[in-house]
């Protein structure tokens, strides 16, 4: 942007709550080489609180508002996917033969170089997909879930989980996985499959698929569960989801506490967005320097961060 002495500059500073839980500050100093302009703050709050009024203080030379947000998150529910489980072995994909990286009862595959695709608002190439019913969104873990499944959120790696049915299974003894970019004709996704895959030391089997919409087509963001078959759905289990800290998440189902998924089920998971607070204010440009910079700081128990915008005077 360019301005001139004497032209009104307008600022405006806009806040999403992520997982924030407490109280939020913004706090602006007005820039050097301009002066604020009078009664020009204006504030907008939607799910959310304010505690203290954006407004200007003229000691500080700067603007402050303090409030706190609805936290967003993850959700796991009921909800249709656009075409239902197709068993990819039907479709003609062959069955993953890496030998699951050594593990077939507690380990899995591992996939880089994947199309693009985005969760919980930041984009993956990688994925984690573990024989015992989890997705690992990227790779930060580099391991895949074991026998032990967790109540999410929970902090302990690995984190950013999907979990259609999180149990022990056990490929080794029997069942097959699978993972495929399908074309849809509007786009693409990925779907990762277990089919018939045992549950350790039992007959029963697991038949699911998790579907991810990959960026740039009619499902981008979407992603999916979907079962065809779980043999003894009120055993120990997690259905769920959490995002990469391992600090918010949504469960649909954990050890008998829930509601059981079975055939037919499809469940969608959604990223909440947080509440909003949108702050603005206007100064009067003096271009006494090259530029204007001005700088807002937001502060909360998760921590700082900066918003910069630059203005060239002439």
Do not use: K
């Amino acid at each position: 942007d360019m301005a001139s002495p004497g032209d009104t500059l307008t600022y405006e500073l806009s806040v999403t709550n992520g997982p924030v839980t407490g109280p939020i500050t913004v706090t602006d100093v007005v820039p050097a080489g301009t002066t604020f302009v009078p009664a020009s703050e204006t504030e907008s709050v939607d799910f959310g609180s304010t505690s203290s009024s954006w407004s200007y203080d003229a000691g500080s030379n700067s603007l402050t508002w303090t409030g706190e947000l609805d936290p967003g998150g993850l959700d796991v529910s009921d909800g249709f996917s656009p075409f239902g489980y197709f068993s990819l072995g039907g479709l003609g994909v062959a069955p993953l033969s890496s030998g699951c990286n050594g593990d077939c009862d507690d380990g899995g595959y591992y996939f880089t170089g994947l199309p693009a695709y985005t969760y919980n608002g930041n984009t993956y190439t990688a994925s984690l997909f573990s024989v015992n019913g989890t997705l690992e969104v990227g790779d930060a873990s580099l391991s895949f879930s074991s026998f032990a499944n967790q109540n999410l959120p929970d902090s302990d790696t690995p984190n950013n989980i999907l979990a259609p049915f999180w149990r022990d299974l056990n490929q080794s003894a029997g069942g097959e996985m699978y993972a495929a970019n399908l074309n849809l004709g509007c786009g693409t996704a990925l779907v990762y499959e277990w089919e018939n895959v045992p549950h350790f030391g039992s007959s029963d089997t697991v038949t699911m698929q998790i579907w991810v919409g990959n960026n740039g087509g009619c499902v981008e963001g979407g992603i999916w569960f979907v079962y065809a078959n779980i043999d003894d759905p009120t055993t120990n289990a997690t259905v769920g989801a959490e995002n990469a800290a391992g600090d918010n998440g949504s469960m649909y189902y954990f050890n008998g506490t829930g509601t059981p998924v079975g055939a037919g089920t499809e469940l969608l998971v959604s990223t909440l967005q947080g509440g909003t607070a949108t702050l603005g204010f206007e100064v009067q440009a003096d271009c006494d320097s090259d530029v204007v910079v001005n700088r807002g700081e937001l502060s909360s128990d998760r921590g700082d961060e900066a918003a910069i915008a630059v203005t060239q005077c002439q």
